[in-house]
Each structure stands twice: as structure tokens, then as C-alpha cells.
């Protein structure tokens, strides 16, 4: 449980760091070499200005030198990131059943936990910047494969062909997206499939593997389906083919597949 409060607590202050990185990337701006300024007044941030969270809420909701407002996302984002880095935790604990109270679990828990918070964080990020610049960011999806590749060559040390069912998943991921993205290209003359979901799938298939991730290709364009009736009833359209977010579907999917995706597998008779 204390484990579980000191994640929640790191993956706010993590997440005022995913708050720059939301905001930077689409729009090309450097992470890092600057200090964090104002986006009104340009004035640069003191320590005070910047607690997740608290800042926001006693300082009034207002930049402290212009009194501009500050969008209610900040805080938002912050422990929405929380929640995702509790998230890995459970992962980690409930469904790959890490017990943390036995001594020889510690270490390789906590490892997985990093491994599934770089990974769930992927896809936090992607789900949020894909919504609203509908871009999938080739950065986070490098960085996070960096984590997790370095994360399951230490967990699996000295058996490292174990990291081989890794990459069949990363393979058969890029290898699904990437026949129906040339497939709709060669129909409608024109990118009807982002090339950035064939990287997204492939760094999915990395972490959830071969089984997993067949059914996440397939199971997205259900969800992405509900996602544009949800989006039509509350009156937003999108233009099909070219506006529908799939990535933040895919990812979704993804969360789904990894916690029920076994029972799935069992009704559909496969074990
Ligand atoms: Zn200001």
C-alpha cells in the first residue's frame, strides 16, 4: 500500500514533466534546456509556480505574475498520470501476480513496474497528442521502446532468447498494419491509414506479444467504431478516413486485451 501511494505521488511530479513533453513535441519545441516559463507572460517559473497540483489550486487557478488563467489540463494530466503509473502497479501485481512482501519478487517488481509505467505512459501520451494533433510521436515511441528493451534484457539476464517472443510481436504487429495500410493506400490513392499506427502497433506487439497482439489489430476498429458513435452523439463528426483518431482506439484496446485478452482467448476456445 505504501508502495502503491509513493508510485501515485511520483507519477503526478512525473507527470508535470508529460504536461512539456504534450505541449512540445507537436508543436517541435526542445524538452529540455529550458526553463519552464508562463505561456502568456513569459515569465520563467519559480519552484513554487511549479508543484503539481497544489500550485494550481493555491495559487487560484492563475499564473502568479500575470494572472492569467491556467487551463484546468495541467493538474488534469498530472494525476491522470498518477493514475496511470497506480495503474502499472496493479498490472504488475494483479495480473502478472508480483508479490512485493516476498523478498526474491522485489527487484524483478519493481523492474516490471518500471517496464509497464514507460509502457502505459506510451500509451497515455499517444492516446492524448494523436486526439488532439492526431500525431503519433515517433520520440515517445522511441524513447519508451529504449526503456522497455533495456527493462527485459535485465529481467531476462542470462536468458536472452526469451526477449525472442518480443520481437515476433513487434514484427507481426508492424507486418498486420503495414499490408492494410499499403492495401488502403492502393484503393483510395491516398493515406486512408496513418504509418504511424503501423510503428504504434509494432511497439505494442513488442510488449504484449504474438497472441495479444492479433487480437488488439483486430479489436481496434470495434473500438474505433464505438469511439466515432460516442464522438457522433455528443456532435462532433469526423470525416472517416482521414480524421478518426485510431491511435488513442488502439490503445484502449491494448489496456483491454491485457487484462481480459486471456479469458477472451479461453471463450474463443484457444487453450
Ligand atoms: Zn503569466
Known sequence: MIICLFIFIFGIVWGSFYNVVV???????????????????????????????????????????????????????????GFVFVGAYFYVTNVLGYNFNRSNEFLEGILQIIIYCSFFSMLYLTTIMDFEYMIVSLNVLGVTFAIQLIGF??????????????????ILGAL?????????????????????????????????????VIMI???SFFVALILVGIAAVLGKKFEMRKE??????MCITTIIIMIWGERILNLLGYH
Request: a positive charge; charged letters at 15%.
Open 217 to 219: 489489430a483486430m479489436m
Open 176 to 212: 498486420i498494419y503495414l499490408v492494410i495500410y499499403l492495401v488502403s493506400k492502393a484503393i483510395y490513392k491516398q493515406e486512408a491509414f496513418g504509418q504511424g499506427d503501423v510503428y504504434l502497433l509494432a511497439a505494442i506487439g513488442f510488449v504484449v506479444g504474438r497472441n495479444h
Open 23 to 81: 505541449y512540445r513535441i507537436p508543436k517541435n519545441l526542445p524538452l529540455v534546456n529550458d526553463r519552464s516559463k508562463c505561456p502568456t507572460c513569459n515569465h520563467t517559473l519559480q519552484a513554487l509556480d511549479l508543484v503539481p497540483v497544489f500550485s494550481w489550486i493555491f495559487l487560484g487557478q492563475k499564473c502568479r505574475y500575470c494572472k492569467e488563467k491556467i487551463s484546468w489540463r495541467y493538474p488534469l494530466f498530472e494525476l491522470l498520470t
Open 244 to 249: 478518426v483518431p485510431f491511435g488513442p482506439a
Open 153 to 170: 534484457i535485465v529481467l531476462y539476464y542470462p536468458n536472452l532468447p526469451n526477449l525472442k517472443s518480443h520481437f515476433v510481436g513487434l
